[in-house]
Every structure is written in structure tokens, then in C-alpha cells.
């Protein structure tokens, strides 16, 4: 599809499960200005809607999850002036993206095939889970453009992969292909082009298969303790965590294992 006057971006929802594509095939799924005030909009409704609890996030076609930045767009966004950019995406269209949702408890999934570059990678990096496809290739490109990866990539893949390793890719701009990536953690699974899909929805369905309110209070959990002493991890106060304990589905869990039946989670307060 044409960008003309179609969406950048498409959302669905089935049942419990949000799917966001980026939807600009033609130019690899680059990621304009109207990208991302789109994205804003479905990021916006996973947060608001109490029934979504995982998302899928991909790129249309075959090439590319994302190649990042649209870069005809910055270059005529310079030409006119337009204050050039740096980390973080703070009074640009789109704010708070997903590399900046710090409070987004529900788990993203990133459907990964093709091109992940630049920014593309950088949203692969802010996903909770990333599924790849076995022709996937990433990279942070930015050095070599006279850019840095403002979108967080600088700082998340340092944390998510040693700090030489890290710095090798972000000042060559080498790229790294699925079976490097998942050698590196950074990806949870590599499969076939043909088996991705079936994969993605393997691990959606084993996610669905938690208790929600459990699943949130481990994200935010895990987040917020990475920069923590762990004798403070223990001690801290987490709100999804508090929640969680006093759920219904603490009781339910417990319960459905004893009576040996499949658990029915309905994240509400408990019944005292």
C-alpha cells in the first residue's frame, strides 16, 4: 500500500491481544512523524483498555520489521530548519513512544522478519520478547550517519548484552543477524520465515496462559529493579506487585491447582 491518505499504522484487537503493524512496506516500514503520532494512538488504547494483555508489534511485508528514522523526512525537516534531534523523543510527535512508555506493564512482543535497523532495532530492544525470523538483521547504524540511536538503543544495548560487544556495534554500525542475536539474548527464538507466525503465537498463547495482574507486577518488577542494589529490590515497593497480592487470582491459583482444573484469572480484589 501507498502511504497517500491510509494509515501508517494499522491496530487490531482480538480478545485479549493487541497487533500493531507498522504499515509502510514501500519504504521498508521507516518510521515518519505521522508513524509515530500513529503509534502514540494504539500505544495510548494498550494502555487504556483493561482487556488487552499482550501486544504483538511487526512491520508490514516481508523486508523489514522497521529500518528506523525516515530519512528523506530528517533531511528535509533540516533543510527547513526543523531543531535536530538527540536522545529521547520529548515535544516530537508520538511522545511518549514505546522506547519511553517506562510504565507500560503489559508485555510486547516483537514479530521480527527482515530489517531492523536504526530505530526499528531500538523498538526491538524496548519489546519485552522478540521472535525473529532466521533472515532477520539488526543493527544501530547511526555513526555512520553523524546520528546517534536517540530512541534508547544506546543505552539498552549496553545493558542487554556486554559492554564491548555493545560498543562494537553501536560505533561500526555492523549489522548482526538473527542466529548473532540470539546467541547474544537478545532474541527469545529464531525460526524458518514459513514458522514465525505459528511461533509468535505460541509464545502469545503461553502468555495469556499467566495470570495478568502476576505478569505485570513481574515486568514492573524486573524494570524497576535493574538499577537497584537486590537487598533494595526486596524491600522496594512495586504497585502492580501490591495489586497482585491482593488479587483474587492469588487465591485462584493455588486454588485450581489443588482441585486440578485450569485456573479462570479475573484480576479483581480479593473477597475478605
Given at each position: 500500500m501507498s502511504d497517500g491518505?491510509?494509515?501508517?499504522?494499522?491496530?487490531?484487537?482480538?480478545?485479549?491481544?493487541?497487533?500493531?503493524?507498522?504499515?509502510?512496506?514501500?519504504?521498508?516500514?521507516?518510521?515518519?512523524?505521522?508513524?509515530?503520532?500513529?503509534?502514540?494512538?494504539?500505544?495510548?488504547?494498550?494502555?487504556?483498555?483493561?482487556?488487552?494483555?499482550?501486544?504483538?508489534?511487526?512491520?508490514?511485508?516481508?523486508?523489514?520489521?522497521?529500518?528506523?528514522?525516515?530519512?528523506?523526512?530528517?533531511?528535509?525537516?533540516?533543510?527547513?530548519?526543523?531543531?535536530?534531534?538527540?536522545?529521547?523523543?520529548?515535544?516530537?510527535?508520538?511522545?511518549?513512544?514505546?522506547?519511553?512508555?517506562?510504565?507500560?506493564?503489559?508485555?510486547?512482543?516483537?514479530?521480527?522478519?527482515?530489517?531492523?535497523?536504526?530505530?526499528?532495532?531500538?523498538l526491538a530492544l524496548a519489546?519485552?520478547?522478540?521472535?525473529?525470523?532466521?533472515?532477520?538483521?539488526?543493527?544501530?547504524?547511526?555513526?555512520?550517519?553523524?546520528?546517534?540511536?536517540?530512541?534508547?538503543?544506546?543505552?539498552?544495548?549496553?545493558?542487554?548484552?556486554?559492554?564491548?560487544?555493545?560498543?562494537?556495534?553501536?560505533?561500526?554500525?555492523?549489522?548482526?543477524?538473527?542466529?548473532?542475536?540470539?546467541r547474544l539474548g537478545l532474541?527469545?527464538?529464531?525460526?524458518?520465515?514459513?514458522?514465525?507466525?505459528?511461533?509468535?503465537?505460541?509464545?502469545?498463547?503461553?502468555?495469556?496462559?499467566?495470570?495478568?495482574?502476576?505478569?505485570?507486577?513481574?515486568?514492573?518488577?524486573?524494570?524497576?529493579?535493574?538499577?537497584?542494589?537486590?537487598?533494595?529490590?526486596?524491600?522496594?515497593?512495586?504497585?502492580?506487585?501490591?495489586?497482585?497480592?491482593?488479587?483474587?487470582?492469588?487465591?485462584?491459583?493455588?486454588?485450581?491447582?489443588?482441585?486440578?482444573?485450569?485456573?479462570?484469572?479475573?484480576?479483581?480484589?480479593?473477597?475478605?
Amino acid at each position: 500500500m501507498s502511504d497517500g491518505d491510509g494509515p501508517r499504522v494499522l491496530y487490531a484487537k482480538d480478545g485479549h491481544v493487541a497487533r500493531i503493524t507498522i504499515n509502510r512496506p514501500q519504504v521498508l516500514n521507516a518510521m515518519d512523524l505521522r508513524t509515530h503520532a500513529e503509534l502514540a494512538e494504539a500505544w495510548d488504547d494498550v494502555q487504556a483498555d483493561d482487556a488487552i494483555r499482550v501486544v504483538v508489534l511487526t512491520g508490514a511485508g516481508e523486508r523489514a520489521f522497521s529500518v528506523g528514522q525516515d530519512l528523506r523526512e530528517r533531511a528535509r525537516l533540516d533543510a527547513d530548519g526543523d531543531p535536530r534531534t538527540s536522545f529521547g523523543s520529548r515535544g516530537r510527535p508520538g511522545f511518549p513512544r514505546l522506547t519511553e512508555r517506562f510504565g507500560l506493564v503489559k508485555p510486547v512482543i516483537a514479530r521480527v522478519d527482515g530489517y531492523a535497523l536504526g530505530g526499528g532495532f531500538e523498538l526491538a530492544l524496548a519489546c519485552d520478547l522478540v521472535i525473529a525470523s532466521d533472515r532477520a538483521v539488526f543493527a544501530l547504524p547511526e555513526a555512520r550517519l553523524g546520528l546517534v540511536p536517540g530512541a534508547g538503543g544506546a543505552f539498552r544495548l549496553a545493558r542487554q548484552i556486554p559492554l564491548k560487544t555493545a560498543m562494537g556495534y553501536l560505533l561500526t554500525g555492523r549489522s548482526m543477524p538473527a542466529d548473532v542475536a540470539l546467541r547474544l539474548g537478545l532474541v527469545n527464538e529464531v525460526v524458518p520465515p514459513e514458522q514465525l507466525d505459528a511461533c509468535v503465537e505460541e509464545w502469545v498463547r503461553d502468555v495469556l496462559r499467566s495470570a495478568p495482574l502476576a505478569v505485570y507486577a513481574l515486568k514492573e518488577a524486573v524494570q524497576r529493579s535493574l538499577d537497584l542494589p537486590l537487598a533494595e529490590s526486596f524491600g522496594a515497593r512495586f504497585t502492580w506487585e501490591e495489586r497482585r497480592r491482593e488479587s483474587r487470582d492469588a487465591v485462584e491459583g493455588p486454588r485450581a491447582f489443588a482441585e486440578r482444573r485450569e485456573p479462570v484469572w479475573t484480576g479483581r480484589p480479593a473477597e475478605h
